[in-house]
């Protein structure tokens, strides 16, 4: 199945992965960006948000693309944590825990961390959507879902 295809199912748990990945990008390169720019003003509560979203970047990659658990060596305590996020609403509430930690980041200085908590918003909305219409969680061929995981076993 091509990308074009699994967009066409009209999965929301196929939108919900891929916007999964562009917050995944957009936390790592924002809180990287803040935490530059506030290392000069020593804002140490944006400092500590940019971490956050930082960790935030490397827990997404590890939810949304599962070849990573296989291939990467992580503490059998990680992975259990990680499979624990598997169905729509689980990833719908990890999502709203995640953008609500970047949507208090506000509370101090709105910052770029806006745009992740935006993102991360809008993926946790497409899994919630996702459960409530009853979609079963489909992982795009493209970011290891579908058995990809298991060819290379």
Known sequence: MTLKEEFQT??????????GI??????FALGLSNIISSIFSLNIVIIAFSVVAM???FVILFVEVPLLLRICPTSS???AAIRKISTN??????????????????ISTRTSLIAAAVFLTLTG??????????????????????????MIV
């Open 10 to 19: 009209r999965n929301f748990s196929i939108y919900g992965q891929w916007l």
């Open 125 to 150: 909305a497409c899994y919630g959507l996702a459960g409530a219409k009853g979609q079963a969680f489909v992982g795009s061929k493209t970011l290891g879902g579908q058995g990809v995981a298991q």
């Open 55 to 57: 960790v935030f970047s």
């Open 77 to 79: 305590s990680f992975d």
């Open 89 to 106: 609403y689980m990833r719908a509430g990890a999502y709203g825990v995640m953008a609500l930690v970047l949507w208090l980041s506000c």
């Open 22 to 27: 562009l917050s995944m990008i957009l936390c």
